[in-house]
Each structure stands twice: as structure tokens, then as C-alpha cells.
């Protein structure tokens, strides 16, 4: 199982930035699906998740400004994130619900005031 994430980068307060993990080596249509970030001395926490059908939900701190979606034709789950803030800055990683101890690289996002 493999997971690689790319899209992050540096953006200002208020951009936008869409992340994408590409999955291989898994059913990737039976996997429930989830965006999680980690800022340097922070734990790993949970931002986004998507079911199998397609049922979203996601932290209270960036509810309305990020998109959690799927495309299981292309094994890839995205992240659309809208208004970003400073305190978004982490490193995102994807993560399938199946296989818990899998995780990709990562992709840094840096959003400057």
C-alpha cells in the first residue's frame, strides 16, 4: 500500500491550495478516507474524512473553508482548502481507514500572515 500526497506549498493568509493523495496497492473504493495534519511539535490530528459514500466531515477549525472529495477512478482523494489562516501551516498526510499503519511522505503546506 502506497500513499503519496502532493499540491502543498506557500501561500498567503486568505489563498487556496488543493492537495491530492494518489493510492496504489489497496481497494481504494472500500477504503473510507481521511486528511489528517501535523505542526511541528503537534500531534497528528484529523482534518478531514470521507466515507465510502461519500459522507464528509471535518475539524470544527476549518469547517466551510476546506472540501474533502473522492475520485475513486482515479484513486485520489483531494483536499480543496479555501481562506487559509497561518495556523494551517502542518504537514498534511492521507491516510485509508483499512490500513492503519500506512502513512505517504506528506505535503507541506506554509501559509505566511
Known amino acids: 500500500v502506497q500513499l503519496v500526497e502532493s499540491g502543498g506549498g506557500l501561500v498567503q493568509a486568505g489563498g487556496s491550495l488543493r492537495l491530492s493523495c494518489v493510492a496504489s496497492?489497496?481497494?481504494?473504493?472500500?477504503?473510507?478516507m481521511g486528511w489528517y495534519r501535523q505542526a511541528p511539535g503537534e500531534e497528528r490530528v484529523l482534518v478531514a474524512h470521507?466515507?465510502?459514500?461519500?459522507?464528509?466531515n471535518y475539524a470544527d477549525s476549518v469547517k466551510g473553508r476546506f472540501t474533502i472529495s473522492r475520485d475513486n477512478a482515479k484513486n485520489t482523494v483531494y483536499l480543496q482548502m479555501h481562506s487559509l489562516k497561518p495556523e494551517d501551516s502542518a504537514v498534511y498526510y492521507c491516510?485509508?481507514?483499512?490500513?492503519?499503519?500506512?502513512w505517504g511522505s506528506g505535503t507541506q503546506v506554509t501559509v505566511s500572515s
Open positions: 496497492g489497496m481497494l481504494f473504493s472500500i477504503n473510507a
Open positions: 470521507i466515507t465510502v459514500g461519500g459522507s464528509t
Open positions: 491516510h485509508a481507514d483499512l490500513y492503519s499503519g500506512t
